[in-house]
């Protein structure tokens, strides 16, 4: 493996993870063993890829840096698969044809939640994800409605995920160290959503129009979200969800309410 030494780029967004306690927590939370197939997305100097390599039947790693893509092909390991590009970008189907997966990642903190949203996307390609981000962004995934954390990525995460903190991770772990407290989640896929959500697209719809304008009431976020004055107060009213309350304060079972009424309104 080249061990020249490595000038991170910020433009990537790069801290790489060095603290060998942090390590074995995610290690231990992936529970990895030698029949797994594994993907690792921003794998940086490979410190995590190594460890993975060693329980794993193979890695999967997805890098855009051509620097660091050299390293790692450097390595000529038949058991280590290097997906070059963006992970945004890339198309996973076609990438990881022989699901499920354990995903093992340590995020790049400025792409994160559209990560996300391609991961649910793709979610039936896995079968557990142990994810590290920036704390305020993966305690936004775990919030509970009513808080001011509570939003999209909030819903959508737990009609789909089990999730559970791992750990809490300090600025010091990382080479160079990231000005913000980072937090390790881990991701239980469900069997089935915890709710009905309907239509999958449909009830996503809404649940983004109900976060349109956090500080407006319901009615007028839905509204704003391109639901009809109309559509939304016999929605409302048919899932017995006050209009003056915001989204924020919604749970899962009032959205599914309400995804299901303005779905079947919209229908007729």
């Not at 990382?174 to 009830?203: C, G, Y």
């Not at 107060?233 to 003056?244: F, R, S």
Request: aromatic letters at 8%.
């Amino acid at each position: 493996m080249n061990q020249t030494p490595y000038r991170t780029k910020k433009r990537f967004g790069q801290h790489f993870l060095h603290d060998r306690s942090v390590i074995d927590r995610i290690i231990s939370a992936a529970r990895i063993d030698a029949a797994d197939e594994v993907v690792e997305i921003g794998p940086g100097l490979g410190v995590l890829t190594d460890e993975l390599l060693s329980r794993a039947r193979h890695v999967h790693v997805m890098e855009i840096d051509r620097d660091l893509i050299a390293r790692l092909e450097a390595r000529n390991d038949d058991r280590l698969t290097v997906h070059a590009g963006d992970v945004l970008k890339t198309d996973w189907q076609l990438s990881l044809p022989q699901p499920p997966y354990t995903l093992v990642a340590n995020l790049p903190y400025n792409i994160s939640s559209q990560i996300v949203f391609r991961l649910l996307d793709h979610r039936q390609l896995f079968k557990r994800l142990v994810l590290m981000f920036q704390r305020e962004v993966g305690e936004r995934l775990a919030a509970e409605p009513g808080s001011k954390d509570y939003g999209i990525l909030s819903v959508l995460c737990q009609l789909w995920f089990d999730i559970r903190v791992v750990t809490l991770v300090k600025p010091g772990a990382f080479q160079p160290p990231p000005k913000v407290d980072s937090i390790v989640l881990e991701f239980q896929p469900l069997p089935q959503p915890r709710v009905d959500p309907t239509d999958e697209a449909f009830f996503t719809k809404v649940v983004k129009a109900a976060f349109t304008q956090r500080r407006k009431t319901l009615r007028n976020s839905l509204a704003a979200g391109g639901f009809s004055a109309e559509e939304v107060a016999a929605a409302l009213l048919t899932a017995q969800i006050d209009p003056g309350c915001r989204g924020e304060t919604l749970g899962l079972e009032e959205f599914s309410r309400l995804a299901k009424s303005l779905f079947h309104l919209q229908k007729k």
